[in-house]
């Protein structure tokens, strides 16, 4: 160790067996699932993203949503408590993201998991309304106000179909209304496909949905 | 408290190598410095931000209709500015600078200055840059990656252009028997590329399938931690805690055992973040395994560096440099025993994903990381201006409220991940009352950042008035 080519070969070899177990295995064994077939649909699983939805993961990226939301139903063998909140009915498994551009695992739940709130939350209106006041539709939440993915403008003639329903302060003056602009819409539309409630060969839903999903 | 008695170079060197070497990195290394602090006051400005928007979202109320001031817009800037803005351009600095006075050798030439520099001020634009378009949103949404492209290639090409010359210093050194400081130079600096150039070609420039992107991602977030900064820093501790004491390192030939350790866990260890995760079952178990198993080395370590039974150099005692070394080998113990607490697998259902993972990372990027590189800059500057360039008062400022505040941020996280943790276990404890459990803790986090905020300011003030030669704060 007191010659630079003896000391480097040295690290070399000792930094490829950590690359070789996480960076090589994960590339060569899970980098090549493939989609299941899916008898129902006839499609495959997990199901395709619509173009919406992907362009939505953009947003998801860059508003740094991650910072307080994973994406992922822990194993049943260390935790229930993630399925037991009604977050998923069952553990998230690695051909889950394989629609994904990015997998948005996070690290931190500041606020809820996200692997399955299409699954919860099935009503755009509630994610539209979320993003713009989240206090209105949920009480107490700690999520900030997105109001610059929406635009307030003078109501021409009727108002429009998507204009948001807001009631109390967060409703606009009179004779002016919200709308989504396109990156809530993709937005919205990629939280309305996340969702991990379908049976995989690896992962079966065998547990049934709990009565009433907590927020 | 003085700061600048102890020369870290070897005995059998006369001083004036160190003098040569000295001038011939002084504009690198401040440069490098200078820009580091910068960034750090940036980066804990934001931090204190983010920590009030934890308890007031809407925080500036005149602002919050603004993109460029979304919580999940500011939080990678704040950390990515921690850790290529400050972290490892301190980390940078104090390497080459490590690299050359060990080795007795100077940097030579103007061709290969002038590459350092352009590399340097490279360096500081792609983490402009970058940050900016974070702002912009242009983040690729990776976590610890979220600069585009352009910005990271640039980071990726200026390390090599910094960091080449120091790893040659090994090969041309002037001591016979290498230092255990200066094996761990060699290692931290050739990791950076290995570990961010692998990430970033899987993860942003050419992302595989996303199914096999999580422990990737774990493998970075831990191997940037451990086998890039943490190794400049024990550099560091290695390098100037035994010549500040005037002792002798104890059982060294342990050294070379917790040297291999730290290198061969360092890249495991960052799966403790995908513990019951979607991975396979033996990645889980590792988690666990190699986070128990890193108290090895770290507690060879501290038994290097801490079990002197000789007694100090009188002048050692007061010294800042050396406070802030051993505040740094403390936090490092911090790290091993609660990084694993925290892995196994009982524990990490309650407490992963809540503030006990931040306080951990705290641990070692401000405590483990940082504190030893604020030892280095307090010994280092004096030294390239070849004066006492300090002034004392705002130094031990400065130390006592880093410590202060840095231990009530790490004991705030730590409690209120504790609670939400124990909380959300409980399904009957809806998901918004786990989180006002948290609410008085975020307060208190919000006093912690403030005091770090104010201390990398008087850090700053400090260096400003040692380059600016006394003329801003005149000595009374």
Request: charged share 10%; net charge neutral.
């Amino acid at each position: 160790m007191h010659r630079l080519p003896t000391l480097l070969s040295g690290i070399f070899l000792v930094f490829l067996i950590s690359w070789i177990g996480l960076v090589a295995y994960s590339a060569t064994q899970m980098g090549r699932l493939t989609p299941v077939a899916d008898a129902d649909s006839g499609g495959s699983l997990p199901p395709h993203y619509n173009g919406q939805a992907i362009a939505g993961q953009r947003v998801y990226a860059s508003e740094g949503c991650i910072a307080c939301h994973t994406q992922q139903v822990r194993q049943s063998s260390v935790t229930s408590a993630d399925m037991s909140r009604g977050w998923g009915l069952r553990p998230s498994v690695p051909r889950d993201y394989l629609r994904d551009s990015t997998a948005f695992l996070g690290n931190s739940r500041v606020g809820p998991d996200l692997a399955n709130i299409g699954s919860r939350q099935t009503n755009a209106a509630w994610h539209y309304n979320h993003l713009y006041t989240p206090s209105s539709v949920a009480v107490g939440s700690e999520m900030p106000s997105y109001h610059y993915l929406f635009e307030m403008r003078k109501i021409q003639g009727e108002q429009s179909n998507d204009a948001l329903h807001l009631i109390g302060t967060a409703a606009p003056p009179a004779g002016y209304e919200v709308v989504p602009k396109a990156d809530a819409r993709n937005l919205v539309a990629y939280l309305l496909s996340l969702r991990h409630d379908y049976p995989l060969p690896e992962a079966d839903t065998v547990k049934k949905p709990s009565a009433t999903p907590s927020q | 408290m003085n700061l600048s008695s102890h020369i870290p170079c070897d005995d059998d060197h006369d001083t004036s190598e160190s003098r040569a070497v000295d001038s011939s990195l002084r504009l690198p290394v401040l440069l490098l410095f200078g820009n580091a602090v910068h960034w750090l006051i940036i980066a804990t400005l934001i931090s204190l931000v983010l920590a009030v928007k934890m308890i007031a979202p809407d925080f500036p109320s005149l602002l919050s209709g603004l993109s460029c001031f979304s919580y999940g817009r500011l939080a990678p800037i704040a950390r990515d500015l921690f850790l290529y803005g400050w972290a490892s351009q301190a980390a940078l600095a104090g390497g080459i600078w490590l690299a050359a006075r060990l080795a007795g050798r100077p940097l030579v030439g103007v061709i290969k200055t002038s590459v350092v520099i352009v590399a340097i001020v490279f360096w500081n634009l792609a983490v402009l840059l970058g940050s900016l378009a974070i702002l912009a949103g242009y983040s690729t949404g990776v976590e610890w990656l979220e600069y585009p492209n352009w910005a990271s290639a640039t980071l990726f090409a200026s390390f090599l252009l910094i960091a080449f010359w120091a790893i040659l210093h090994f090969d041309y050194r002037r001591n016979e028997r290498a230092e255990v400081a200066q094996w761990y130079l060699v290692a931290g600096l050739c990791s950076f590329p290995w570990v961010y150039g692998t990430a970033n070609l899987l993860l942003t420039w050419k992302p595989l399938q996303a199914s096999a992107q999580g422990p990737i991602q774990a493998w970075f977030t831990g191997s940037f931690l451990l086998l890039w900064l943490l190794p400049v820093a024990l550099a560091s501790i290695y390098a100037l805690l035994p010549r500040i004491r005037g002792v002798h390192l104890h059982h060294r030939n342990l050294a070379t055992l917790a040297f291999w350790g730290i290198l061969f866990l360092g890249g495991w260890i960052g799966l403790g973040r995908l513990i019951g995760g979607p991975i396979p079952a033996w990645m889980s178990a590792a988690a666990t395994v190699s986070a128990v198993f890193l108290l090895i080395p770290i507690f060879i370590v501290c038994t290097n560096l801490l079990g002197s039974s000789e007694t100090e150099r009188e002048e050692a005692k007061g010294n800042l440099s050396l406070g802030f070394l051993l505040n740094g080998l403390y936090a490092l113990i911090g790290v091993g025993a609660l990084g694993a607490l925290a892995s196994l697998p009982l524990v990490s259902s309650a407490l992963h994903f809540t503030s006990v993972s931040e306080a951990i990372y705290q641990l070692s990027v401000f405590g483990a990381i940082s504190m030893p590189l604020f030892g280095l800059l307090y010994t280092c500057v004096p030294e390239l201006l070849g004066r006492a360039a300090w002034c004392k008062t705002l130094a031990a400022w400065h130390f006592w409220v880093t410590i202060v505040g840095f231990w009530l941020l790490v004991l705030f996280l730590f409690l209120g991940g504790l609670v939400t943790g124990l909380a959300l276990i409980d399904p009957v404890v809806t998901f918004r009352n786990v989180g006002s459990f948290a609410y008085p803790f975020s307060v208190l986090e919000c006093v912690a950042q403030t005091l770090l905020l104010i201390a990398s300011l008087i850090l700053g003030g400090n260096l400003l008035q040692a380059l600016a030669g006394n003329y801003l704060f005149p000595k009374r």
